[in-house]
């Protein structure tokens, strides 16, 4: 592995501009209160050709043994004809794949994903349908979810990489070709499933199971899968769940489904404000817990259920078995719902005026019923990652984000990745002018430990417009990139993203 990062003084003089290779600042350059809509402006409108750009020079050294395909997803287009969509979780969504050989040879493809939901508004000129958060003049009926699906969240490489899946997290994966990334349509699992809602957030155990689940806002149910390593549903399940009006993530153990519900409310009918979008049918119930439930993976039953002060969550780490207990963390968001009401991308941002998020670890101890809440002193942190040859087992590594107190109070977002191995922690700064976005691991080939190989992801430079791939040691993430890649061009700000060797 190399070990020779490129110096902290070149990543983060004259603004980045100089250690990037961007000798000046586009016309036009975005400001501060501008950075986030910025990195959206060159994807509205019609749809353009995909991004295709081979060849990338590589800054540093790219370590001979990591090959393969980082796949990325996150909204993009939000504005067509005279109608604009204003929240960051709406916009159609877009597929990156950044492949690279081992040999220093780097490429990107970028391509907008043509959903039914797209290809029927580019027909008729102009958005049709509301989104999560955006409401839009003269909308269309909705009939099933499936007419809103834009497939912007994650992805799923599913059948050792074979298949590829957009993911949403309110209607049915969309099968995508792992190459061209063009479209090929709604998956449906099985008959009984079609159109059925398939989680963002899918679990891969280590010998290819896939778990995965579905929710419908005020239903009180919980669709459940497993699908096998060769892509095949072996089980499906609908249960009854309290609480389960927004779960966006979940984990598994050996035994178990591990659900952290939270006292989000979603109001049908006669209930909801006239005219509210999908967010602002959601209310807070305070008096309510956060309500922890594990679900025997043999029969789908019920197995154990905790209750623990109410809080927020989108993301949970790793969980696993360990002394009668199950372990497992989560990124605390003490205040879910006005965080995700602030996520505007039509506004500038007031990043620091929300309460910050926390890691916090549980311990659910299977005898006696009782579950034990520990914070660890890191704050402001989000979209953790794990090795994922561990997924449901004993483990001590993670991956973050974290944001800054330097980061400007106008800009959203996170500027730091930061590794927590054990009580080991440590930190990489991108620097003024930088939105970073999920980072996470790959494992070296063969027989590595735990935390040994690389942490990889992007960020984008607002002053200049750009995105870079940094890629770091993850023995050393704090010494800085030992490896980046400059796009020509600025990436919309995505969500999350999938590796797949090769």
């Not at 586009?26 to 990195?39: D, K, V, Y």
């Not at 690279?100 to 990107?108: A, E, I, Q, W």
């Not at 311990?363 to 990652?385: C, Y």
């Not at 990489?428 to 190989?453: K, M, Q, T």
């Amino acid at each position: 592995m190399n070990s020779n990062p490129l110096s902290r003084r070149q990543w983060l003089q004259g603004g980045l501009a100089a250690g990037l290779g961007l000798a000046g600042l586009p016309a036009g350059a975005a400001t501060a209160e501008h950075a986030w809509r910025s990195s959206y402006a060159p994807h509205d409108g019609p749809r353009k050709p995909p991004l295709d750009t081979r060849d990338l020079p590589v800054q540093g050294r790219w370590p001979s043994e990591l090959r393969g395909t980082l796949y990325r997803a996150g909204p993009a287009r939000r504005q067509l004809g005279p109608v604009t969509l204003t929240h960051w979780f709406d916009g159609d969504g877009m597929v990156q794949a950044f492949r690279f050989d081992g040999r220093g040879k780097v490429s990107h493809r970028g391509v907008l994903l043509a959903t039914p939901k797209l290809l029927e508004e580019e027909a008729a000129g102009r958005l049709l349908y509301p989104g999560f958060g955006s409401r839009v003049p003269d909308e269309r009926p909705v009939t099933s979810p499936d007419q809103l699906n834009v497939a912007n969240i994650n992805l799923l490489a599913a059948a050792g990489g074979r298949d590829l899946y957009a993911l949403w997290e309110a209607g049915s994966a969309l099968s995508i070709d792992p190459q061209t990334l063009d479209a090929k349509g709604f998956k449906a699992w099985s008959p009984d499933t079609r159109g059925l809602p398939f989680s963002a957030h899918p679990r891969v155990e280590p010998d290819g199971t896939v778990w995965s689940f579905g929710y419908l806002p005020g239903s009180g149910r919980l669709v459940l899968y497993e699908i096998d390593p060769t892509g095949v549903l072996r089980r499906q399940h609908v249960m009854a769940a309290p609480q389960a009006d927004m779960v966006h993530d979940f984990a598994t153990t050996e035994r178990y489904l591990v659900f952290l519900l939270m006292p989000l409310r979603f109001q049908r009918g006669a209930d909801a404000p006239a005219d509210a979008s999908f967010l602002e049918r959601y209310r807070w119930d305070a008096d309510a817990p956060l309500i922890a439930m594990l679900v025997d993976k043999s029969d789908f039953s019920v197995a154990r259920r905790f209750e623990l002060p109410g809080t927020g969550v989108f993301h949970l780490g790793n969980a696993w078995e360990q002394g009668g207990t199950v372990q497992l963390g989560f990124a605390e968001q003490p205040a879910i719902l006005p965080l995700m009401r602030s996520l505007r991308v039509d506004a500038a941002g007031a990043a620091d005026a929300l309460p910050p998020t926390s890691w916090v670890t549980l311990r659910l101890d299977l005898a006696s019923g009782r579950a034990v809440r520990e914070a660890h002193g890191l704050a402001d942190v989000e979209f953790p990652r794990f090795d994922p040859r561990l997924c449901g087992r004993p483990s001590r590594f993670a991956v973050m984000l974290q944001r800054s107190p330097r980061m400007h109070a106008a800009v959203p977002g996170m500027d730091t990745v930061l590794t927590l191995h054990g009580e080991r922690v440590q930190r990489f700064g991108y620097g003024d002018g930088w939105i970073a976005e999920e980072h996470l691991f790959v494992a070296r080939p063969a027989r590595s430990r735990e935390g040994e190989g690389w942490v990889l992801g992007t960020a984008y430079h607002w002053p200049s417009e750009r995105t870079a791939l940094s890629v770091f040691d993850a023995q050393a993430v704090g010494a800085g990139p030992v490896a980046r890649v400059r796009l020509p061009y600025g990436l919309p700000l995505g969500l999350h993203g999938q590796f797949v060797g090769g």
